[in-house]
């Protein structure tokens, strides 16, 4: 067994905490109709996952940022196609971290006239909170380790991972991600 990375929310831990909050969006927004709006890419796995959970009509959406330097400065590079004014918004995203970018995005939503705003996001890394923003609806609390898997990518890859692993030590990641691939997709990547 490999002990630089390690699974830490399994496929059916992650299914039964998406059903609750379904369950408790369906609950909340009960005689409404919200936008659930996801912000790419880490939010897709999680996405098509809770609005099937979520019993209730409901539009999807999704919209693109893209991020400045290391001050939580972004820019929405690809806009929501719903028209949100006058709309119950919830931001679907994959994890909060700093909070720096769940910032600016509930900054730019709140300037379009919505009648409300919550997030629900999958990960909380709450440890790392730089800036205080709401959270309304979390899946689970994490520490601070880099993760990855279902939406969550290192360069772009092992976003289709089904469930969610830890990387306990980044360098070996980094030296041979082949290793990682390996232990998770089961046979060497060649090319
Ligand atoms: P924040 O602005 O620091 O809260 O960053 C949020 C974004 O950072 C997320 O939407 C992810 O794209 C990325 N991110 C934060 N932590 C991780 C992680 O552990 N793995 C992969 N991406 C992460």
Redesign the pocket.
Not at 93 to 102: A, K, Y
């Given at each position: 067994m490999n002990d630089a990375f390690v699974e830490v929310v399994t496929e059916s831990d992650l299914a039964r905490r998406i059903s609750q909050l379904g369950a408790e969006l369906t609950e909340d927004y009960r005689g409404r109709e919200p936008v659930m709006l996801g912000?790419l890419m880490?939010c897709l796995p999680f996405l098509a996952d809770l609005v099937r959970a979520t019993d209730l009509e409901l539009e999807v959406d999704v919209l693109s940022l893209t991020r400045f330097g290391h001050d939580?400065r972004v820019s929405i590079m690809l806009d929501a196609a719903v028209p949100l004014a006058g709309r119950d918004v919830i931001i679907v995203?994959?994890?909060?971290?700093?909070?720096?970018?769940?910032t600016a995005l509930r900054r730019a939503l709140e300037l379009r006239d919505v009648t409300s705003l919550a997030t629900v996001a999958l990960l909380d890394?709450a440890p790392r909170r730089i800036v205080d923003v709401p959270l309304e609806y979390r899946g689970f609390e994490v520490g601070d380790e880099?993760?990855?898997g279902y939406g969550?990518?290192w360069e772009g890859k092992f976003r289709n991972l089904r469930s969610l692993w830890a990387v306990m030590d980044l360098a070996a990641l980094t030296q041979d991600p082949a290793a990682f691939a390996e232990l998770v997709f089961g046979a060497p990547i060649t090319r």
């Open positions: 912000v880490g939580g995203e994959d994890i909060v971290d700093t909070g720096l970018t769940l890394k880099f993760l990855l969550l990518d």
